[in-house]
């Protein structure tokens, strides 16, 4: 232990105080720790963080506070460059270390590197850990030496990795702090909530912040496990755990959720189907690190490099009907059902994710951009690796198994996924008296009878057309992206 020797922690998507390792290893090593948070929205170009990542931030990093607090600490805040604003404080505050937990999106893995650099050469005592994932994606590749492309073989390789048994660090019972408070600027300073107050009913839906997120384990563990390979995938039930947004923020570890469940099946003795199909999905948040990881131009551009020659749809002559979509005024309503719970929640579920998807990459045909940007600004689990990889499987030119060009039937996916039309009248109050007909096609024909669209775009030719689009790339020479 380094006597009276200051560490700064600073804290980035790890908003925790259990299970976080640069907290934990800065704790057992100096004696006062500066838990330091800095908004930097710049240095996460082209994706700073979208309006319902904002709302969620701010809640967390009250919540983290709040958790400090109760242990005798309290968490600075800054605004500005994060090296400019971490040597500042170096200087003002005598830090002799600086610990962080890893980010891995293409332009915070620069900046971290550069960062950890400089601050070394200054002779500070700076390392990063991995607090974030159940495996890095540094040294993962298949028997050629390459990056898997393929999830089931990517993840029979990394789950064996995986220790369920290793030890979940508890959060500190006390922290001492150097008082330097009145360095930190106010939370309300950082101008994290939105200006419109779109927001207003996240707040029947979501509670941010580590207290919350432990709630969601035991709910998933009591209630959301047993049963979930069939729920997970019906939209009107509760049949998923929703802690897409804590894990994104880091208000709980990937690792504490996964030792949870693997340490709670055989008590509580949910069937094992239940608990792998959970550990699987998982599995492929970590995919989508890996991926992102390996192949750091994805999150722009098609994985699959045919697809620049796909014929996207002009997107500039086409602004109606992608605020049409936006809306959730497309006139078919699983989508529509979709984009209003979007809307309302910031969260919509994983079955109707892909279904909106795949009606705007291909019945529609807009690049896959426009759909990956609106909802990195609606969601609020929105997440770089995540939502790229949806996107991209969903659009065609992403990492996907299936051997031909899956096109969803959003009335196909009704009648498997929402039989009864539960989640669709949830959304579209005005379909309440709608019949099973009425909720699978929508509407014939534009009609008085329901306040709502007929069809913006006919289903059957547009998909037509997308398979003749597919057929014309689909033999060039551009390879998958090696
Ligand atoms: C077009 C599209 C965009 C998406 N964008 C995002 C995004 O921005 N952020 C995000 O977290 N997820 C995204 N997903 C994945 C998935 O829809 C959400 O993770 C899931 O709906 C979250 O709900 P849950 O926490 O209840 O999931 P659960 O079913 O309870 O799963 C547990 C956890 O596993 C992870 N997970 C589950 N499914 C996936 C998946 N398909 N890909 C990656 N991780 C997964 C999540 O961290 C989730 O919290 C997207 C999927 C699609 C098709």
Known sequence: MKQDEIAIVWFRNDLRIADNPALSAALHQYQKILPVYIQAPDEHAPWEPGAASNWWLHHSLDSLNQSLNSIGSYLLLQNGDSLATLQALINKTGAKAVFWNRMYEPALINRDRNIKKLLKVAGIDCRSFNGHLLSEPQGILNKAGSAFKVFSAYWKNTSREINPTEEIIPAPTAINSPRFADLSTSLKQLNLLPDKNWY???????????????????????QTLSGYKINHDIPSTSGTSRLSPHLHFGEISAREVFSVCQQSAPILKFPIADMEKFISELGWREFGYYLMYHFPDSTTQSLNQRFDLYGWLDDSKQT??????????????????????????????????????????????????????????????????????????????????????????????????????????????????????????????????????????????????ALLRWDSIKNSNHALTD
Not at 201 to 207: A, G, L, N, R, T
Not at 344 to 354: A, F
């Open 320 to 465: 109606e009907l992608l605020e049409q979509w936006q809306q959730g005024k497309t006139g078919i309503p699983i989508v529509d059902a979709g984009m209003r719970e979007l809307w309302q929640t910031g969260w919509m579920h994983n079955r109707v994710r892909m279904i909106t998807a795949s009606i705007l990459t291909k019945n529609m045909g807009f690049h896959w951009i426009h759909g990956a940007r609106w909802f990195w600004d609606t969601l609020v689990d929105a997440d770089l690796a995540a939502n790229t990889m949806g996107w991209q499987w969903t659009a065609g030119c992403g990492v996907d198994a299936a051997p031909y060009f899956r096109i969803f039937s959003p009335a196909r996916q009704t009648e498997r996924f929402d039989p009864d039309g539960n989640y669709i009248k949830r959304w579209l109050p005005e379909l309440q008296h709608a019949d099973k007909h009425v909720l699978t096609l929508g509407l014939p024909e534009a009609t008085t009878k329901f306040d709502y669209p007929a069809p913006v775009i006919d289903l059957a030719v547009s998909r037509q057309a």
């Open 200 to 222: 207003q009913d996240f707040y029947d839906h979501w509670e941010p912040g580590e207290p919350a997120a432990r709630k969601k384990i035991i709910n998933l563990i009591e």
